[in-house]
């Protein structure tokens, strides 16, 4: 089995290098000419995230990562976390230029985040292309601020995230590249289909193949109109709880607990093993989360069957808001 698996990690990055030249007549006019990022709609992000920033534990004070220009006014979408509790956001051209930007938003749903220049950008904003109409084996490229590299897409299927995040279908590519926050997945015809979120290490599903997640832009477009106008969807904000955790034999087993969340105030801890909602079992993080979404709106209050030691116990806690948890920046 071992074998086999590093045969397939090894093909996929044989076949990428072999393919790669017969798609750059296609991605740039001159085929001899090497792909850099001036060709595409993307500029570099530098976030500096508001002092006491409850996503600094995790994320950093400062992030840097990829935007994509998604229209002539400015707006440049990324992904959320890059600008979640974000402070001052700086656009970068390839060329060094600087322009100071804001955040208009973060939607928690689709994991998206939204900023706007406060200055006009001398960069072609991106076509959309259609994720669902994008199929396994198809070529495409990832781009980021610091360059342009090739890939396939090798799977299409739900994403689960440890954060309270479950994405119906997500894009998956290999072989893996680095520095893929918020960087553009184009297809051949320089389309976009995602915008980068993560490094995995299982993007075929099964094979142990490094690669990278990337939410698809289909998800994006149902609620881009709201997102623009008021910062998110306008759908009610989802109960959340803070934490994070792993899924182990249908087992939810509670890695972190977010200071002063939800969770934490319910008195939930690290090592805490989730076995039920409300009485019933648990099949998995994915069906906490559903079961928990159903529930009710933010602000509901949750049942979690809790295996404390050796005690099962059930947990009552109340629910808030994600948005409501992290610092905003002090307007004056």
Known sequence: ??????????????????????????????????????????????????????????????????????????????????????????????????????VLGVDNVTGLGLVKSLQPLPVKPADFGQSSAANLRDMVLIVGFDGVAPAYIVSKRPFVGYWEYLLDEALYTAPATVNWQGAALLSREGKLLGIGSLAVGDAVGQAAVPGNMFVPIDALKPVLGDFIANGRATSKPRPWLGISSQ???????????????????????AGDIIVGFAGQPLAGQADLYIRLWKSGEAGVEVTLDVLKGNRVEPVKVRSIARETHFRERTVY
Do not use: C, W
């Open 1 to 102: 089995m071992t074998r086999t698996l590093q045969y397939l990690s090894a093909r996929v990055h044989m076949v990428i290098a072999a393919a790669a030249m017969a798609m750059l007549p296609l991605a740039v006019p001159a085929a001899e000419r090497e792909l850099t990022v001036d060709e595409f709609s993307v500029v570099k992000l530098t976030v500096k995230v508001v002092p006491g920033a409850r996503s600094a534990r995790s994320l950093g004070q400062v992030r840097e990562g990829t935007g994509v220009v998604i229209d002539s006014s400015g707006l440049v979408m990324t992904i959320g976390y890059l600008v979640t509790e974000a402070e001052t956001v700086e656009l970068s051209t390839a060329d060094g230029r600087r322009f100071p930007a804001t």
């Open 247 to 269: 899924e182990v034999q249908g087992k939810v087993i509670v890695t972190r607990v977010n200071p002063e969340g939800p969770a934490d105030v319910a008195g939930l801890r």
